[in-house]
């Protein structure tokens, strides 16, 4: 978060280690460090490493193996998006503002924030609706907010609190290391970065949420741009001048222990049949996009 004029942001502690990093070992729940929002940064600009897929209109989409195994594992994803006419600062508060989400995102079901750990990390919870055959899902993220010059960073991990355990009627999802990098071009431009390595659960085949995720990304993060568009008119009706991820004095959410939280492994999660979903259906919904 940005403190207002004139307050220096506190360096963030802990160790150095990406969330990406944290789903795969034992070590309690951290809160991500300059160094990590840093090494974000860089992973979103690198292109080594990375699959070209899709290059077209403003939209670039780029996909990793993990694990070497093309089949049976699960893809890193990145899409890059130029956002005409709309500011960084813009991009920024919409993707923070869970208030607007609810009116914009035609997918959500519930989301909201659970509590604050420091002045720019928080605990929340969403769920949205799935195509049949699948059932929805929902996902408790550890999200954490940084501007670096002209630039923000928003990311998450997936964390477990004994307060909200999977529901019987979702299938919990892990984000494994989830972000987004905003950069300004000037004024009103700006450019958005996704980068997601998530395992939806359930007994979807890795190949059907791999080949998916190619398309309903890209599909999510135009929403997203003309949400902004809409965004000004639509924040100076409801609550203008509140905007706690710039100003955290101004954060009424009660404060989480580190200590009540772990990390959700994604093999800890209960596999439900959802294999019924054929190519086709997946091409269905890329050709109705």
Same mark, same amino acid.
């Given at each position: 978060?940005? #403190?207002?004029? *004139?307050?220096?942001?506190?360096?963030?502690?802990?160790?150095?280690?990406?969330? +990406?990093?944290?789903?795969?070992?034992?070590?309690?729940?951290?809160?991500?460090?300059?160094?990590?929002?840093?090494?974000?940064?860089?992973?979103? +600009? #690198?292109?080594?490493?990375?699959?070209?897929?899709?290059? /077209? %209109?403003?939209?670039?989409?780029? %996909?990793?193996?993990?694990?070497?195994?093309?089949?049976?594992?699960?893809?890193?994803? /990145?899409?890059?998006?130029?956002?005409?006419?709309? =500011?960084?600062?813009?991009?920024?508060?919409?993707?923070?503002?869970?208030?607007?989400?609810?009116?914009?995102?035609?997918?959500?079901?519930?989301?909201?924030?659970?509590?604050?750990?420091?002045?720019?990390?928080?605990? *929340?919870?969403?769920?949205?609706?799935? =195509?049949?055959?699948?059932?929805?899902?929902?996902?408790?993220?550890?999200? @954490?907010?940084?501007?670096?010059?002209?630039?923000?960073?928003?990311?998450?991990?997936s964390v477990k609190h004994a307060k909200y355990p999977p529901k019987k009627d979702?299938?919990?999802?892990?984000?494994?290391? %989830? +972000?987004?990098?905003?950069?300004?071009? +000037?004024?009103?431009?700006?450019?958005? %970065?996704?980068?997601?390595?998530?395992?939806?659960? *359930? @007994?979807? =085949?890795?190949?059907?949420?791999?080949?998916?995720?190619?398309?309903?990304? =890209?599909?999510?993060?135009? /929403? !997203?741009?003309?949400?902004?568009?809409?965004? *000004?008119?639509? /924040?100076?009706?409801?609550?203008?001048?509140?905007?706690?991820?710039?100003?955290?004095?101004?954060t009424t959410l009660p404060t989480i222990p580190v200590s009540e939280l772990s !990390?959700?492994?994604?093999? @800890?999660? $209960?596999? !439900?049949?959802? @294999?019924?979903?054929? $190519?086709?259906?997946?091409?269905?919904?890329?050709?109705?996009?």
């Amino acid at each position: 978060v940005s #403190s207002p004029p *004139g307050v220096p942001l506190p360096r963030l502690g802990f160790i150095v280690i990406l969330p +990406g990093e944290l789903q795969k070992s034992e070590l309690s729940v951290l809160i991500p460090d300059d160094r990590a929002f840093s090494n974000f940064k860089e992973e979103c +600009g #690198s292109e080594e490493g990375w699959s070209l897929t899709y290059n /077209k %209109t403003g939209m670039t989409v780029w %996909t990793q193996t993990i694990g070497g195994d093309e089949e049976k594992s699960l893809h890193k994803i /990145k899409c890059r998006m130029a956002c005409k006419d709309v =500011p960084a600062e813009t991009m920024y508060d919409v993707l923070h503002d869970v208030e607007y989400r609810r009116k914009w995102d035609a997918n959500v079901i519930e989301t909201f924030d659970i509590g604050k750990l420091t002045v720019n990390a928080d605990v *929340g919870y969403y769920s949205w609706k799935c =195509p049949k055959p699948l059932r929805n899902r929902d996902v408790i993220t550890l999200r @954490s907010w940084l501007p670096m010059g002209s630039d923000y960073i928003i990311m998450n991990y997936s964390v477990k609190h004994a307060k909200y355990p999977p529901k019987k009627d979702m299938v919990r999802a892990v984000s494994i290391q %989830t +972000g987004y990098l905003i950069q300004s071009h +000037g004024p009103n431009h700006c450019t958005l %970065t996704y980068l997601a390595h998530v395992d939806p659960k *359930g @007994s979807l =085949p890795k190949w059907v949420v791999n080949k998916s995720s190619q398309f309903l990304a =890209p599909k999510a993060m135009k /929403k !997203i741009s003309k949400a902004c568009l809409k965004y *000004g008119e639509w /924040k100076q009706r409801h609550n203008p001048g509140f905007k706690p991820w710039l100003y955290p004095e101004q954060t009424t959410l009660p404060t989480i222990p580190v200590s009540e939280l772990s !990390i959700q492994h994604a093999d @800890s999660l $209960e596999n !439900i049949d959802e @294999s019924t979903l054929s $190519e086709m259906q997946t091409r269905e919904e890329r050709d109705s996009d």
